[in-house]
């Protein structure tokens, strides 16, 4: 299939997605709460091994969503792998855990994005091999793979093949799962992970999902458990059954320019790409900052500040004159 412009795929797919926000709004309310876009991934492609896909496979995602509000971006997503990862002995660090979330508003594939500098990414993952040495909010960001020191497939292929048609799976206890990427077709996710200048470039470890470079322009806070609670609920009316819901929010002022409406391309994938989710949402604009109406008081001090001041140049005026006539 040829590859539609990604910024067709962004409007396509961002209305798809929210479909059920247009038909259904109440009805998403009640299963995350207002403002929430969400998407749901298949719930039988996150590979782990020997165990397979499904609900005992420990990489095995479920859901992500974003909430745009008041100036506020959240983001949070339902899976079986926690906040710190997977602990796994074949790896350098120990774990197997989360890539950053990468933001797209360029309307290019991600990698023609990241060869121009042109990402958002957000690591909020302490334990991750991310480029980036904080967690927080990156601009100007250029990406990378970590799959290869993370056991992971090493083209999308590798995987599709390994997840469709030889994973156990779990949920059914039978074979073969079926990968999918929440808010693209499966087709869509791999011209935009592996495309550059239109063509799929589908190499060895060549799926980025982490930040290689970039600037900090602020930092995230972690969503209370309440929210964190409530979301695990809205998951699970969805089917998503992960054992871990994670969130956190930052200032949409970081983006930029993007505090306009913008369309944006969310991916979330694992460090050893064995999962992932992409996301496609509209940021709605900002409203400017109202200039403070001065108080009452302000206002008389003010006045009479202004009329000390003609006092004072009047004093002076009359002073000169005494002097000349002397």
């Not at 479909?19 to 998403?28: I, K, P, R, Y």
């Not at 509000?69 to 074949?90: C, E, P, T, V």
């Not at 980025?208 to 602020?218: C, D, L, P, W």
């Not at 992960?242 to 929010?249: M, W």
Request: overall charge negative; glycine content about 14%; aromatic content about 8%.
């Amino acid at each position: 299939m040829k590859i539609r412009n990604i910024s067709t795929l962004i409007g396509a797919a961002t209305a798809a997605v929210c479909v059920s926000l247009v038909t259904t709004t109440a009805a998403q309310a009640q299963v995350l709460g207002p403002n929430w876009t969400y998407t749901m991934d298949s719930f039988a492609d996150g590979n782990d091994g020997n165990t397979g896909v499904g609900k005992n496979s420990n990489y095995e995602m479920y859901g992500m969503a974003m909430k745009a509000h008041d100036g506020i971006i959240s983001i949070a997503f339902n899976a079986n792998l926690a906040l710190a990862g997977q602990a796994h002995g074949g790896v350098t660090n120990g774990t197997i855990g989360w890539g950053d979330v990468l933001f797209n508003f360029s309307g290019k594939s991600l990698k023609d994005a990241s060869a121009a500098g042109q990402l958002f990414g957000i690591r909020f993952a302490q334990t991750n091999d991310s480029g980036a040495a904080t967690t927080g909010v990156f601009s100007g960001v250029t990406a990378k793979s970590v799959a290869q020191q993370n056991s992971g497939y090493s083209t999308f292929n590798q995987y599709q093949d390994g997840v469709n048609n030889h994973s156990p799976n779990t949920n059914t206890g039978t074979k073969g799962g079926q990968i999918g990427y929440g808010g693209a077709t499966v087709a869509e996710a791999k011209d935009y992970l592996t495309n550059v200048n239109g063509v799929s470039q589908d190499t060895d470890y060549g799926q980025q999902n982490v930040i290689a470079s970039g600037t900090k322009v602020g930092d995230i806070s972690f969503l209370g458990a309440d929210e964190i609670a409530s979301l695990a609920s809205g998951f699970a009316g969805l089917g998503g059954i992960g054992r871990h819901t994670v969130g956190f929010s930052f200032s949409q002022t970081l983006l930029g320019q993007f505090m306009q409406p913008a369309n944006a391309v969310i991916t979330l994938l694992e460090e050893c790409t064995n999962d992932g989710m992409m996301l496609q949402a509209t940021l709605p604009s900002i409203p400017p900052a109202e200039e403070p109406v001065p108080e009452p008081i302000t206002m008389i001090g003010m006045a009479l500040g202004g009329l000390g001041l003609i006092k004072g140049k009047m004093n002076q005026r009359r002073a000169a004159r005494v002097n000349a006539i002397d």
